[in-house]
């Protein structure tokens, strides 16, 4: 059994720490609950007028988020910050490097102004709103991960009764918002590798082998061209940036216009979009377009560099499909299955001998309907499926 000392928490039990511990189980949203819980301080007579939370979350585009509440304020607001932080001046520069540092405590008076070391430029922004004290106290969350909050007065500031108070309120601060930040941690992460659709499955309990369901979708297959020759003569951080550009001018279009990308593959992605959208077809091709038309502005860039333009296939198909899960008792993967996927994916590698970059199947073009932008090319036989299927080119 580990050594440990008793801490004499909570100094003084109160209203506010019991609904704290006892009172928020039913809410999913901590910037929820730092704002009741500013409310319920302020009421019981602390004078807080202003207080900002910061959550390292670690999402894929940013660093964390803060969640600044106001007196007044009907709901706190969120405000993302971006990774490397660290090394701005407003951070390093600011009483939370301090917290970082190692400090328990950062107080000022800021109504007294001068004559404290150090002033920061937060202490400016606060004054200019009509506050007169500061407390910032750092949140200590598992394994020495550390989080910050802080709270500003109006009036004649914060007395030591606040201050206890405010003290006593941050170990279960500590475990609420620890909770709340590991259930949107777990989300970001299912979103961000398994996309937003099958990440809610997931999270509903779809983690049993073999469970899933049938969805008619549209299956789109792309592939990069040549990628083993480049992969072979650049230099790998290079190839890196390569292949995230061009992951960006592809999956950006295909997200925003309602797709899924169920899996990236090398230098290639399998993307659906489910028929239960009635404009999941139009939805696609738009997103085919928006897609070309980024490739063709990426190419531009790389033939100024002395590159040469880089080539892709593209196969869609319409049909039904087996989403869920496949995979070892212990590993699975969250995807799609089926005869679709399988002629998407001859498509995409029939591109190449056609040298057209975009071919759909003729059951893609009767779900869209057949317009300008599609060429009959025939009927060709395709490895593993029983009959010829005919195909269009899309330009």
Same mark, same amino acid.
């Given at each position: 059994m580990?050594?440990?000392?008793?801490t004499?928490?909570?100094?003084?039990?109160n209203?506010?720490l019991?609904?704290?511990?006892?009172?928020t189980?039913?809410?999913r949203f901590i910037?929820d609950?730092f704002t009741e819980?500013c409310?319920?301080?302020?009421?019981a007579g602390?004078?807080?007028?202003?207080a900002?939370?910061?959550?390292n979350?670690f999402?894929?585009?940013?660093q964390g988020?803060?969640?600044?509440?106001?007196?007044?304020?009907s709901?706190?607001a969120?405000?993302?910050?971006?990774?490397?932080?660290?090394?701005t001046?407003?951070?390093?520069?600011?009483?939370?490097?301090?917290?970082?540092e190692?400090a328990d405590?950062?107080?000022?008076?800021i109504?007294?102004?001068r004559?404290?070391?150090?002033?920061y430029?937060?202490?400016d922004?606060l004054?200019?709103?009509?506050?007169t004290?500061?407390?910032? @106290?750092?949140v200590?969350h598992?394994l020495?991960k550390?989080?910050?909050?802080?709270?500003?007065?109006?009036?004649a500031g914060f007395?030591?009764a606040d201050i206890q108070l405010l003290?006593d309120?941050?170990?279960?601060l500590?475990?609420?918002?620890?909770?709340r930040?590991?259930n949107?941690?777990?989300?970001?992460l299912?979103e961000?590798?398994?996309?937003?659709h099958?990440?809610?499955q997931?999270?509903?309990?779809a983690t049993?082998r073999?469970?899933?369901?049938?969805?008619?979708?549209a299956?789109?297959?792309?592939?990069?061209?040549?990628?083993t020759?480049?992969?072979d003569?650049?230099?790998?951080?290079?190839?890196i940036?390569?292949?995230?550009?061009?992951?960006?001018?592809v999956?950006?279009?295909?997200e925003q216009?309602g797709g899924e990308?169920?899996?990236?593959?090398?230098?290639g992605?399998l993307?659906?979009?489910?028929?239960?959208?009635?404009?999941a077809?139009?939805?696609? @091709?738009?997103?085919v377009t928006?897609?070309?038309a980024?490739?063709s502005?990426?190419?531009e860039?790389?033939?100024?560099?002395?590159?040469?333009?880089?080539?892709?296939?593209?196969?869609v198909h319409v049909?039904d499909?087996?989403?869920g899960?496949i995979?070892?008792?212990?590993?699975l993967?969250?995807?799609?299955i089926?005869?679709?996927?399988?002629?998407a994916s001859r498509?995409e590698? &029939?591109t190449?001998?056609?040298?057209?970059?975009?071919?759909?199947?003729?059951?893609?073009v009767?779900?869209?309907g057949?317009?300008a932008?599609?060429e009959g090319?025939g009927s060709?036989e &395709?490895?593993?499926?029983?009959?010829?299927?005919?195909?269009f080119?899309?330009s």
């Open positions: 580990s050594e440990y000392k008793p004499g928490w909570p100094r003084n039990s209203e506010t019991e609904w704290l511990v006892n009172g189980s039913h809410e910037d609950i819980l409310e319920r301080v302020r009421s602390t004078p807080v007028a202003r900002t939370l910061f959550l979350t999402n894929p585009q940013w988020a803060r969640i600044l509440w106001r007196v007044g304020d709901k706190a969120i405000i993302t910050f971006d990774y490397g932080i660290e090394d001046g407003r951070y390093q520069n600011s009483p939370i490097r301090e917290l970082d190692g405590v950062v107080r000022r008076r109504s007294e102004r004559g404290q070391a150090p002033w430029p937060v202490y922004e004054l200019e709103e009509g506050l004290d500061y407390l910032a @106290l750092g200590e598992t020495g550390r989080q910050s909050v802080t709270f500003a007065s109006d009036g007395t030591e003290k309120i941050l170990p279960a500590a475990l609420v918002s620890e909770i930040l590991k949107r941690l777990a989300r970001t299912l961000t590798y398994v996309g937003p099958a990440s809610e997931i999270l509903a309990g049993r073999g469970s899933g369901t049938t969805v008619r979708a299956v789109l297959i792309c592939d990069l061209r040549d990628f020759s480049i992969s003569m650049w230099p790998r951080d290079d190839v940036e390569l292949l995230n550009s061009y992951f960006d001018a999956s950006d279009p295909i216009k990308i169920l899996k990236f593959m090398g230098d992605l993307a659906i979009f489910p028929l239960s959208n009635p404009q077809c139009e939805s696609l @091709l738009a997103a928006e897609a070309r980024n490739m502005a990426m190419n860039l790389h033939i100024q560099k002395g590159h040469p333009a880089l080539r892709y296939g593209m196969g049909g499909v087996m989403y899960n995979g070892s008792r212990k590993r993967d969250f995807t799609v089926g005869p679709a996927v399988n002629i498509l590698k &029939l190449k001998t056609t040298k057209k970059p975009v071919l759909l199947s003729a059951d893609s009767e779900a869209v057949k317009d932008r599609m090319l060709f &395709l490895r593993g499926v029983t009959k010829p299927i005919e195909i080119t899309f």
